[in-house]
């Protein structure tokens, strides 16, 4: 705890730096923020004083958060595994978490090394390969299923749970089966609750005005956080200053969510920048890209704006990873088209250090490494290829976290969850809604409901 807020550092996305054909011009980025940044800023602000913000007012809900560690804590030692079952924000919020903050070998870790608590897996396909190999060699009988689906109805969770159920009622018998599940949905309606509300499982409600893509800092994300031993209230705190930062700043520069939506919005809408790179030097930030990828790109990308009209917006999210797309993607950031801005994510301190030994310190070829770490050669590399992208003229920005831990990992989502929510009011779109998703399920429960 303790840390100030992580910063958004957009020196490298300036003509200043990279010429103004890529670059957006500082007194340019003043002036919209001073302007088109002003409204959008009044405009979220607006919408928390209506209650229409609820991913801002998560962090803030105490019930949640005491409901989520209690549950916590009345399974904690009862079970070795836990499989979050669940698609999109249902599931890739968690993965983020768990990813980000656990041990890195976890699931391979004895009970006593792991705390007592359980490994965690997911699924959120319903590829029949993935399902079929979890169930068949995971004991059931120690593993409790942690079900996500806010309208208690999303087809690829209920099919998965439907199989997982089938099989711990064969194994356990239907009483004991019903206590292995814990059901995350709406806290009135739809299957799910139905089904709680008759067999009386365990369950947590996602609040009615929360998004799924937006829904990690409620129970979706904290609950199976809180059960795998992660520290849920420095999470929060980490999130609730991001929200303070923000929606409390007179000027939308002040705010690194706010900064970072309007330099992405102009490098889209000026500079053709209509692709979106995030690039954590992490590997523990994997699942944090792919979690952006699905919150930037469904909640942006609209055929039409407020006012009814078809625009077709939408910058297109796009994940790697440092430092291993350097020796893929980084060939087409640095020579193919001029048409990203990439954003570098840079750890200052790694939760282990590894030295690089000098046993081949004479070798000409790889002497160099000899005597350095794994940090410092990560680290180097970042900078590297920041600089050879500027060198090339394509503007980059960079968020420094001085470590991994949960109060910053809170920040950090927070802080793209808000400048989704801001991207919005400057396309003029409604960032909240998915009306394209929602048709491809329509049509799905069409064909499966006629044969």
Known sequence: ?????????????????????????????????????????MALAQAQAAGSLAF??????????????????ELHGKYENVVIIGIGGSALGCTTIHSALLHPMHNFMSHDERGGHPRWF????????????????????????????????????????????????????????????????DPEKGFLRELVKRVGLHSLPIPTKLGGRFS???????????????????????????????????????????????????ADTQKGKNINVM?????????????????????LGKEKNRAGEVISVGPTPLPAIGATDQHSQNQLFMEGPADKVITFIDVERFGSEVLIPDD???????????????????????????????????????????????EVMGQLLMMFMLATAFSGELYNINAFIQPGVDLGKKITKERLSAQ
């Open 122 to 185: 997911v699924l959120d396909n319903v590829d029949p390969d993935i399902t079929s190999a979890l169930i068949e060699h995971l004991d059931l009988s120690k593993a409790l299923f942690v079900i996500t689906s806010k309208s208690g109805g999303t087809p690829e969770t209920m099919a998965n749970f439907a199989v997982v159920h089938e099989r711990l009622v064969n194994l356990l018998g239907k009483s004991e089966a019903a206590s292995r599940f814990v059901m995350i949905t």
């Open 56 to 73: 801002a007012d998560a962090p803030f809900d105490r019930e949640m958060a005491e409901e989520s560690k209690s549950l916590a804590e």
């Open 360 to 406: 081949f310190k004479s070798d000409p070829g790889i002497g160099y490494l000899a005597g350095h770490t794994l940090t410092e050669l990560i680290r180097t590399e970042k900078l590297g290829t920041e600089l050879a992208l500027k060198e090339r003229k394509r503007p980059t920005c960079s968020i420094t976290l001085p470590h991994i831990d949960a």
């Open 279 to 299: 690039f954590p030097y992490s590997s523990r930030l994997t699942a944090f890209s792919d979690w952006f990828v699905q919150l930037w790109g469904e909640s």
């Open 216 to 266: 990690v800092l409620c129970s979706v994300g904290m609950f199976p956080a809180a059960l795998c031993g992660i520290d849920i209230e420095a999470f929060l705190a980490g999130a609730r200053k991001m929200v303070e930062l923000s929606l409390n700043a007179t000027n939308p520069m002040e705010s690194p969510a706010n900064l970072a939506a309007m330099v992405y919005y102009l």
């Open 1 to 41: 705890m303790g840390l100030d807020h992580i910063g958004f550092d957009y020196a490298n996305a300036m003509a200043e730096a990279i010429g103004r054909e890529n670059g957006i011009n500082e007194n340019e980025l003043s002036k919209f923020a001073e302007g088109e940044g002003k409204k959008a800023a």
